[in-house]
């Protein structure tokens, strides 16, 4: 199994200078080096990080890591930059994270153990600005936007592709638009039979960080494990 961290953002709503990924934790820790250790706990050593806002800073940080570079990140949205991951890499179990996600390793390990095609949820949040999801009677995603109606849950940034599905979801990456988000790949994939479960950490520590206030959530979480 491999993993990819989407980084190429420029995280404008927190008022940061800095790639958000290299956000730093009340333990010293970037949000970036959590999750790559947490990825290297669960077995996981082959990382793609894909940079572009700022990029020198964060391979400066972790130079040993294998980059993909996004020179359109100001104009493109997460589609465009996993299919960059995705280019000329060996079909495999992949697992893919917004690099502004803090998160801890049992979200990861609910992951991974769970067969097929999965997406990390939230069944006790739909946040207005947040990517949604609504299921059939058996169970599997059937729309997953921010546009969702009648949601069952908020995705929260961590999914998983199966061996089996990679081609396909990487050939809907490449449909997508400069502007979709890789939601949007998984909504073409669907529409062709790619099954996608949800599975639900909404009893874990995992947020992802868009706004001071979810800063202040991550806080709360190292304050109480003190």
Same mark, same amino acid.
């Given at each position: 199994?491999?993993?990819?961290?989407?980084?190429?953002?420029?995280?404008?709503?927190?008022?940061?200078?800095?790639?958000?990924?290299?956000?730093?934790?009340?333990?010293?820790?970037?949000?970036?080096?959590?999750?790559?250790?947490?990825?290297?706990?669960?077995?996981?050593?082959?990382?793609?990080?894909?940079?572009?806002?700022?990029?020198?800073?964060?391979?400066?940080?972790?130079?040993?890591?294998?980059?993909?570079?996004?020179?359109?990140?100001?104009?493109?949205?997460?589609?465009?930059?996993?299919?960059?991951?995705?280019?000329?890499?060996?079909?495999?179990?992949?697992?893919?994270?917004?690099?502004?996600?803090?998160? /801890?390793? #049992?979200?990861?390990?609910? *992951?991974?153990?769970? &067969?097929? !095609? +999965?997406?990390?949820?939230?069944?006790?949040?739909?946040?207005?600005?947040?990517?949604?999801?609504?299921?059939?009677?058996?169970?599997?995603?059937?729309?997953?936007?921010?546009?969702?109606?009648?949601?069952?849950?908020?995705?929260?940034?961590?999914?998983?592709?199966?061996?089996?599905?990679?081609?396909?979801?990487?050939?809907?990456?490449?449909?997508?638009?400069?502007?979709?988000?890789?939601?949007?790949?998984? /909504?073409? #994939?669907?529409?062709?039979? *790619?099954?996608?479960? &949800?599975? !639900? +950490?909404?009893?874990?520590?995992?947020?992802?960080?868009?706004?001071?206030?979810?800063?202040?959530?991550?806080?709360?979480?190292?304050?109480?494990?003190?």
């Amino acid at each position: 199994m491999k993993a990819i961290i989407l980084a190429a953002g420029v995280g404008s709503r927190i008022g940061h200078r800095l790639p958000k990924c290299l956000t730093e934790l009340p333990n010293g820790k970037t949000l970036l080096e959590n999750q790559i250790e947490l990825l290297n706990q669960n077995g996981i050593n082959e990382i793609i990080i894909v940079v572009g806002f700022k990029k020198e800073l964060i391979m400066e940080y972790y130079p040993d890591a294998l980059y993909r570079y996004n020179p359109l990140f100001h104009v493109t949205n997460t589609a465009k930059s996993l299919m960059m991951a995705f280019q000329n890499a060996t079909p495999d179990d992949t697992l893919w994270l917004n690099g502004d996600v803090f998160l /801890e390793s #049992a979200v990861l390990q609910r *992951v991974i153990k769970t &067969p097929g !095609n +999965v997406v990390a949820v939230n069944t006790a949040a739909v946040g207005e600005e947040e990517v949604k999801y609504r299921t059939n009677t058996d169970g599997f995603i059937v729309e997953i936007s921010k546009k969702v109606t009648e949601a069952e849950g908020e995705a929260v940034g961590v999914n998983k592709i199966s061996r089996q599905d990679f081609l396909i979801f990487y050939d809907m990456l490449k449909e997508c638009s400069p502007h979709d988000y890789f939601e949007r790949a998984m /909504e073409l #994939a669907i529409a062709r039979g *790619v099954q996608f479960v &949800p599975v !639900n +950490v909404g009893d874990l520590k995992c947020v992802e960080i868009d706004f001071r206030k979810d800063l202040e959530l991550v806080r709360r979480f190292f304050k109480e494990k003190d």
